[in-house]
Each structure stands twice: as structure tokens, then as C-alpha cells.
T-cell receptor, first 111, second 114 residues
Framework: KQEVTQIPAALSVPEGENLVLNCSFTDSAIYNLQWFRQDPGKGLTSLLLIQSSQREQTSGRLNASLDKSSGRSTLYIAASQPGDSATYLCAVGTSGSRLTFGEGTQLTVNP | DAGVIQSPRHEVTEMGQEVTLRCKPISGHDYLFWYRQTMMRGLELLIYFNNNVPIDDSGMPEDRFSAKMPNASFSTLKIQPSEPRDSAVYFC????????????FGPGTRLTVL
């Protein structure tokens, strides 16, 4: 059974800092890995999707990497802003379009 | 496109009552997923459909839960009878194609069972 772990569970940083969120998974037989953002009381917004054959994806200040063999992914946020404050969820796609989610990292960026 | 649409956004009901949650996927998407989010268990996949056919319902917690997709633009998740432990946020998501594509989530329905 696929298990997804995110570290740290919570992170508080000053504005402008670069930061890294970590995601690990137990079964390397994945199709893709997706990073989401969730604001309090809201739905999930897809940030980046990395296919299993890819090593990384970039969108603006966000960069996600994938190391399938070691079961790890990182989400790098450059020059963090207060508007980046949210919960970030990592989800691993396996057969049948199933997504298995981690518990999330709650990020607070202080002005 | 309006994105994935869910209704109602909030539902408060009493134990024992029937609850029906509704979802309209993004037009053209052939996969639809129902998830449940709680503090204790995080986000869990309940069931998913492909071309209106249920493919995997192994995440449905009990027989009290049922889901249907009568056509490509509408799905329901029904709980009958509801219990306080069913209180959670229920999300619907959709995608097109096979496992390589990203899933798009609706805003969720916050269910409270008293």
C-alpha cells in the first residue's frame, strides 16, 4: 500500500526566504506526482504535475523535483511572500488514476 | 470553463437523515473522483468513475455510502443514514485521459452531522 509522508508538518518563515517542502513515498511504481495548495476552507489548487519520466517542473517561483528511485520529491519556493501562506499537499498518482495524498505542510510566511 | 462545481457548499443535518452531495465535472473530462477530508485521516479517495462507470469503490467506508454517475456531467454521493462521524469535507475532482493528467478539484462540500 502506497504511503506518502510530508515533512515538516508546519513551517513558519519570514518573507523573502527561500524554502523547501519535502515529500516521500514508499512505492516507486508511480505514474506522476502532483503538488497542490489548499487555503483554509477552500478546495485544492493544482500547482505542479511531474510525470514519472520527468525530474522536475517549474512554474514561476515554484520548482518541484522528483527522484522516483529514492521515493522523494521536493517543492522549492523562491522569495516567499505572505500570499504563499497555505497548506501544501503532495499526491502520488498510481495505477487507475488513484491519488494518494500526504498529510500536508502548513506554511506561514510572516511579513 | 467554470471548473468542477459542487453543491451544496455547506450541509448541516441530523443523525439518521439522508444526505446527497452533487458534482458537475469539467466538460470533456472522463474521470470523476470523490474524496473525503478529515483532520484525523487527511484526504481519502472514496470512489472514482471512468466514462460514468464506477471503477474502484474500495474507499467507500460502509454500505451507507453510495455514488452514482447517470451521465457525463453529473454525479451524486449519497449517505443514508448519516452519522456524526461522517462529518467531513467532501471533494469532487475530475480529469481527462489516463493516469498522466492532473486532477482538478471542486470547492468541496462541508458536511456536519449533528
Amino acid at each position: 500500500k502506497q504511503e506518502v509522508t510530508q515533512i515538516p508538518a508546519a513551517l513558519s518563515v519570514p518573507e523573502g526566504e527561500n524554502l523547501v517542502l519535502n515529500c516521500s513515498f514508499t512505492d516507486s511504481a508511480i505514474y506522476n506526482l502532483q503538488w497542490f495548495r489548499q487555503d483554509p476552507g477552500k478546495g485544492l489548487t493544482s500547482l505542479l504535475l511531474i510525470q514519472s519520466s520527468q525530474r522536475e517542473q517549474t512554474s514561476g517561483r515554484l520548482n518541484a523535483s522528483l527522484d522516483k528511485s529514492s521515493g522523494r520529491s521536493t517543492l522549492y519556493i523562491a522569495a516567499s511572500q505572505p500570499g504563499d501562506s497555505a497548506t501544501y499537499l503532495c499526491a502520488v498518482g498510481t495505477s487507475g488514476s488513484r491519488l494518494t495524498f500526504g498529510e500536508g505542510t502548513q506554511l506561514t510566511v510572516n511579513p | 470553463d467554470a471548473g468542477v462545481i459542487q453543491s451544496p457548499r455547506h450541509e448541516v443535518t441530523e443523525m439518521g437523515q439522508e444526505v446527497t452531495l452533487r458534482c458537475k465535472p469539467i466538460s470533456g473530462h472522463d474521470y470523476l473522483f470523490w474524496y473525503r477530508q478529515t483532520m484525523m485521516r487527511g484526504l481519502e479517495l472514496l470512489i472514482y468513475f471512468n466514462n460514468n462507470v464506477p471503477i474502484d469503490d474500495s474507499g467507500m467506508p460502509e454500505d451507507r455510502f453510495s455514488a452514482k454517475m447517470p451521465n457525463a456531467s453529473f454525479s451524486t454521493l449519497k449517505i443514508q443514514p448519516s452519522e456524526p462521524r461522517d462529518s467531513a469535507v467532501y471533494f469532487c475532482a475530475s480529469t481527462s485521459g489516463w493516469s498522466y493528467n492532473e486532477q482538478f478539484f471542486g470547492p468541496g462540500t462541508r458536511l456536519t452531522v449533528l
